[in-house]
Structure formats: structure tokens, C-alpha cells
Nanobody
Framework: QVQLIESGGGLVQAGGSLTLSCVAS????????MGWFRQTPGKDREFVAR???????TYYDSVKGRFTISRDNAKNSVYLRMNSLKPEDTAVYYC????????????????WGQGTQVTVSS
């Protein structure tokens, strides 16, 4: 059974930083893309960042220059370093693995974590 477990969320003031972690178990994702999405109440899940198996990354425009996605294939893990956080970054953040097609579409991803709450206060 594949599981993705996120951690690292919390409450932070605007301008602060957090690092989210996601550890996968049940199979290895060293040859698969991994990514992060976020969701606020009443809205669709929104693409944040993704990283391919050789380390190439892509970001949503509003987080470029502030967020950094990375991975450690030996640990079957993906991370999201979030700097200069803004109140509009407040959301539940989800880890995803193995994009089947268009990576910015949440429907393309096969595996999901349970989410971790990030709250940025102004």
C-alpha cells in the first residue's frame, strides 16, 4: 500500500519560512515526478511545484523565487522550502507522486498525501 505522509505545516507570521516534508512508503518514486499542491476551502486544488526524477523543477508563478522544491531519492522524500510567506499562501498543502500527464492538473497525479495545514498570519 502506497502512503505519502506530509509534515512541517504550522502557523507562521508573514515573511517567515516553513519547510514541508513528504515521505513515501510502499514503493519507490525515484523515477517518478513528485509535487506539491495546495487547497483552500471552496476552491480547487492548486498546483504549487513539481520536480522530475532528475531534479528539474517547475513552479506556479505566484511562488517563484520564494518556494523551492527538492527531493532525496534515497529517502523516497520530497520537500518544499517556503520563504517570504504571505497570508495568501495559507492553505492545506498536499504532496503528490507520479504524474500521468499534465503535471499542473491535479487529476494527473496518481498518489496523494493527507495534507498539512499552513497558516500565515498578517
Amino acid at each position: 500500500q502506497v502512503q505519502l505522509i506530509e509534515s512541517g505545516g504550522g502557523l507562521v507570521q508573514a515573511g517567515g519560512s516553513l519547510t514541508l516534508s513528504c515521505v513515501a512508503s510502499g514503493r519507490t518514486f525515484s523515477r517518478a515526478a513528485m509535487g506539491w499542491f495546495r487547497q483552500t476551502p471552496g476552491k480547487d486544488r492548486e498546483f504549487v511545484a513539481r520536480i522530475n526524477w532528475i531534479g528539474g523543477s517547475t513552479y506556479y508563478d505566484s511562488v517563484k523565487g520564494r518556494f523551492t522544491i527538492s527531493r532525496d531519492n534515497a529517502k523516497n522524500s520530497v520537500y518544499l522550502r517556503m520563504n517570504s510567506l504571505k497570508p495568501e499562501d495559507t492553505a492545506v498543502y498536499y504532496c503528490a507522486a507520479e504524474a500521468i500527464s499534465k503535471y499542473s492538473d491535479s487529476e494527473s497525479w496518481k498518489y496523494w498525501g493527507q495534507g498539512t495545514q499552513v497558516t500565515v498570519s498578517s
